[in-house]
């Protein structure tokens, strides 16, 4: 069975039924602004759950582009994509269990001729402590139309409970449909609501909620072994046949395809939010060894169900290449930064986890391939440690609200004022003494003392020191003003102020600046601030410490006497 065939007959049985087909709605959701893409027929319907009068009457079904992200890393495996097209019916508050149940199973196996000792099912266990009762229902309904009790499981709310799709809203439990042992479709029985205060209040309406894999369904029905076989992948893993190992066709397949669809929506590669998933998706993909091509095979296989792809196809293949060469230009600058740790790591085996750490999340450079360099290099990698350290920044990225300052002070007090402001003396001056840029890799403010990590390869001489020290304290003596300015982020970029490379900001940004105007300025630096006002107010610097943080890695310790 083809994918046009399969959503054809979809659409016509619950037609037939009393449904109104709507279109697929746009993959950026309008009403819920906690979630960076649509990832289920639900979204656009929340209004509707939720009991707003839908003009379309209260049956509804479609086909609709869906994006996920959370398994990304998965992506490769039989069955996992970022972006797929789920086939979806509603009742707003009008059929319910029974009705939703009995339809699947007719869908299923008279319309799709599976057979009834192919499917099992899960249903709700029950959730004691808000007070939701284990749904019996469901599973009385699907005993009496012919599944034996042995093929009806309970779970918990992990596998038997969907949404909200956001923080808050329409949720409920569920029942989910296997077939051969493989998830397809999901029966949602939305009649709560989740407040912000987490608790499950009764919507006004029952409603139902389905969605089924249109990609899972059809490999199954055409006894495929996984999903890049069907007729909606397969011109994309031909295209590149011979060039990658299977698993990289699927990832690039995958990525290309998902980023062909968010492009068409207008979204452009970036360092925040969907932005930066879209550039993830397209930068693995280039890894992974993509040829672009394949998104005018991508336009090909959908232009008929999404026009919205063909109407932006110069727009799409245009961003891909930009995106394309930007990442080209940070793996050479990246490369320069990462032959250089591996210089000042010759001679051991192990590359360290923070070396890796640092070249995945400052430099951009994919995992993947710093794994192969250091290979190539005869050296193991502390893989282990190394995710850890990424899901620990993960989490920690994760509640930084988008566009936050690293390295922002946590009190504005004066003294913490006065030592951010010698900070950023200290980051220009090292630049002059040193003769390279100096990148920030951290530092730590507290009323005593200021600590700046940088990346340098070697120890600093005295002489060095000596002459860092003196030129803070000459700009300190030259009473400069400290001055701040907003810019949106691209206009910011190219003032040359000092930033830390692979840091997710804000569409606009600030910028401090020593100095009278911003073009000549001594130093100038993305930074959330706060700052004194004067350099005069400083006093007397002075480095305390200067040792290795980590492997290319230097750590100073500063006062201001
Ligand atoms: N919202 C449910 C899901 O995504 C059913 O469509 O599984």
Redesign the pocket.
């Known amino acids: 069975m083809t994918a046009r065939e399969l959503r054809e007959k979809y659409l016509e049985f619950f037609r037939e039924r009393g449904h109104a087909i709507i279109p697929s709605s746009s993959l950026i959701p309008e009403n819920d602004p906690t979630v960076l893409f649509t990832?289920?027929?639900?979204h656009p319907l929340v209004p509707y759950l939720l009991g707003e009068k839908c003009p379309k009457g209260n049956r509804l079904v479609n086909v609709q582009k869906?994006i996920r992200t959370g398994d990304i890393e998965e992506v490769g495996d039989d069955t996992h994509l970022t972006f797929f097209e789920?086939l979806?019916n509603w009742s707003l508050g009008d059929y319910w269990k029974e009705d939703s149940i009995k339809w699947s199973l007719e869908f299923l196996t008279k319309e799709l001729d599976i057979a009834v000792e192919r499917i099992s099912v899960t249903c709700f266990e029950g959730d004691e402590q808000n007070n939701i009762l284990r749904d019996t229902e469901s599973a009385e309904i699907w005993k009496s139309l012919g599944i034996p009790e042995d093929k009806i499981k309970f779970l918990g709310k992990e596998n038997n409970w969907?949404?909200p799709?956001g923080v808050t809203g329409p949720c409920g439990p569920?029942t989910e449909i296997f077939v051969d042992g493989v998830e397809v479709w999901?029966?949602?029985f939305m009649q709560y609501n989740k407040t912000a205060d987490g608790k499950y209040e009764p919507l006004k309406q029952k409603n139902v909620?389905?969605?089924?894999g249109l990609e899972r369904t059809l490999m199954i029905l055409n006894g495929q072994k996984n999903v890049f076989e069907t007729d909606v992948f397969y011109p994309l893993m031909d295209i590149s046949r011979g060039a990658l190992d299977t698993r990289a066709k699927k990832i690039v397949a995958d990525h290309i395809k998902a980023a062909t669809f968010i492009l068409a929506e207008g979204v452009v590669p970036g360092n925040t939010g969907r932005d930066y998933v879209l550039r993830r998706l397209i930068r693995r993909a280039v890894r992974y060894g993509a040829d672009f091509s394949l998104a005018e095979k991508v336009i090909e296989i959908y232009k008929d169900v999404y026009p919205e792809l063909l109407k932006n196809k110069e727009k799409i293949l245009e961003s891909l290449k930009t995106e394309k060469e930007k990442f080209d230009k940070t793996l050479k600058q990246g490369m320069r930064e990462f032959n250089w740790m591996l210089k000042t790591n010759a001679g051991e085996k192990i590359l360290p986890s923070s070396i890796v750490f640092e070249l995945v999340t400052s430099h951009g450079f994919p995992f993947e391939l710093v794994k192969e360099i250091a290979k190539e290099q005869g050296k193991i990698i502390e893989e282990e440690k190394f995710w850890n350290k990424m899901k620990a920044h993960q989490e920690l990225s994760r509640t930084a609200s988008a566009g936050m300052f690293k390295g922002g002070l946590a009190d504005g007090g004066e003294e913490t004022k006065k030592l951010h402001t010698a900070t950023h003396l200290l980051r220009q001056a090292l630049e002059i003494v040193l003769g390279e840029p100096i990148m920030q890799k951290g530092s730590n403010i507290n009323a005593e003392r200021l600590r700046f990590d940088f990346g340098f390869a070697r120890k600093l001489t005295d002489e060095e020191k000596n002459k860092v020290e003196d030129l803070v304290n000459k700009k300190i003596a030259e009473n400069l003003p400290v001055n701040k300015v907003i810019m949106k982020l691209a206009e910011a970029e190219k003032t040359g102020a000092a930033h830390t490379f692979g840091d997710k900001y804000g569409d606009e940004v600030s910028i401090y600046f020593v100095g009278d105007n911003l073009e000549t300025a001594w130093s100038k630096e993305f930074c959330g601030g706060p700052h004194v006002e004067n350099t005069g107010k400083l006093g007397h610097f002075k480095i305390i410490k200067e040792e290795a943080s980590s492997a290319g890695i230097r750590r100073i310790k500063a006062i201001l006497e």
């Open positions: 990832t289920a027929g639900m869906c789920m979806g969907w949404g799709a569920d999901n029966n949602v909620d389905t969605g089924m």
